[in-house]
């Protein structure tokens, strides 16, 4: 079975520059969720859907960054315009909420790096 | 709001031999989840082992056991015969055990290193 597919793995680009990181979950979960990660602040959820509707998306750094979930099998985070503190390791996530005992399957993330 | 402490930044230990990596957390709930997730260079996120909080008994995946004491919410991650592959960052997580909340929070890592 084919895991979470995250593109692409590295992105590098100017400060100012509007980045999208893309997610497709693994068929049959229904919650995503979108971590970042530092070595400041280390993993740090930034928002999660529960079947394409976000839940909690308390952990979103400012109004730059947002994510949508247009259906089950496709995620975006995008960020307008980029910053160099945005660079980071950007991880989605998914699971199936219905099974409680089921760990969140990750992607090979994102390596932002913002110049 | 929930926490979670990993007191360790860096661990070592000979190949063979056997380590143990501390987690502790804070909560109000009775019920949750608790995992332990490795990252090695490569930074996949690779689930080691998980341990139901309603379940005495402690999770054990092979090589790897964890010593969960609830009432000091303390879970401790026990890797026994050491091998060069397990050199990684060790992330220890927690989620609710119900409702919408599913996402997992983490601490801060442990980096293990493998001595040959």
């Known amino acids: 079975d084919a895991g979470v597919i995250q593109s692409p793995r590295h992105e590098v680009t100017e400060m100012g520059q509007e980045v999208t990181l893309r997610c497709k979950p693994i068929?049959?979960?229904?919650?995503l969720f979108w971590y970042r990660q530092t070595m400041m602040r280390g993993l740090e959820l930034l928002i999660y859907?529960?079947?394409?509707?976000?839940?909690?998306d308390s952990g979103m750094p400012e109004d730059r960054f947002s994510a949508k979930m247009p259906n089950a099998s496709f995620s975006t985070l995008k960020i307008q315009p980029s910053e160099p503190r945005d660079s980071a390791v950007y991880f989605c996530?998914?699971?199936?909420?219905?099974?409680?005992?089921?760990?969140?399957?990750f992607g090979d993330g994102t390596r932002l790096s913002i110049l | 709001a929930q926490t979670v402490t990993q007191s360790q930044p860096e661990m070592s230990v000979q190949e063979a031999e056997t380590v143990t990596l501390s987690c502790t957390y804070d909560?109000?709930?009775?019920?949750?989840?608790l995992f332990w997730y490795k990252q090695p260079p490569s930074r996949q996120m690779i689930l080691v082992i998980r341990?139901?909080?309603?379940?005495?008994q402690n999770a054990t995946e092979n090589r790897f056991s964890v010593n969960f004491q609830k009432a000091a919410k303390s879970f401790s991650l026990k890797i026994s015969d050491s091998q060069l592959g397990d050199a990684a960052m060790y992330f220890c997580?927690?989620?609710?055990?119900?409702?919408?909340?599913?996402?997992?929070?983490f601490g801060k890592g442990t980096k293990l290193s493998v001595k040959p």
């Open positions: 909560t109000s709930e009775s019920d949750y989840y």
């Open positions: 068929s049959g979960h229904n919650s």
């Open positions: 996530a998914s699971r199936n909420q219905e099974q409680r005992g089921q760990p969140q399957h």
């Open positions: 341990q139901e909080a309603y379940k005495q």
């Open positions: 997580a927690y989620r609710n055990y119900g409702g919408s909340q599913g996402n997992l929070i």
């Open positions: 859907f529960n079947n394409n509707v976000p839940i909690d």
